[in-house]
Nanobody
Framework: QVQLVESGGGLVQAGGSLRLSCAAS??????MGWYRQAPGKQRELVAT???????NYADSVKGRFTISTDDAKKMVYLQMNSLKPEDTAVYCC??????????WGQGTQVTVSS
């Protein structure tokens, strides 16, 4: 059974930083990453990283967020710097295995106050 468990969300002032972590288990993944969903908006990609090290970022977070993984531990991290109020959302861990099945975590709330 695949499980993705996030941690690290919280409340931070604009300009601050947070680091999200996600522990994955139950499969081997070729893509891991983060999506987010703000109230009243559709879920959007934040960042992904392949097992080969290729990263992809939303334009809105480029230069501020950094995704990293520890493949041996099946962990994915999201370092978020220079946070803005518009970054406020529920951040969900995402993983795709080699059978092209997608998995999602429950999400962790990130709130950025102005």
């Amino acid at each position: 059974q695949v499980q993705l468990v996030e941690s690290g969300g919280g409340l931070v002032q604009a300009g601050g930083s947070l680091r999200l972590s996600c522990a994955a288990s139950g499969s081997t993944f070729n893509i891991m990453g983060w999506y987010r969903q703000a109230p009243g908006k559709q879920r959007e990609l934040v960042a992904t990283r392949t097992s080969g090290g290729v990263t992809n970022y939303a334009d809105s977070v480029k230069g501020r967020f950094t995704i990293s993984t520890d493949d041996a531990k099946k962990m994915v991290y999201l370092q978020m710097n220079s946070l803005k109020p518009e970054d406020t959302a529920v951040y969900c861990c995402y993983a795709r295995n080699f059978f092209n099945r997608n998995f999602w975590g429950q999400g962790t709330q990130v709130t950025v106050s102005s």
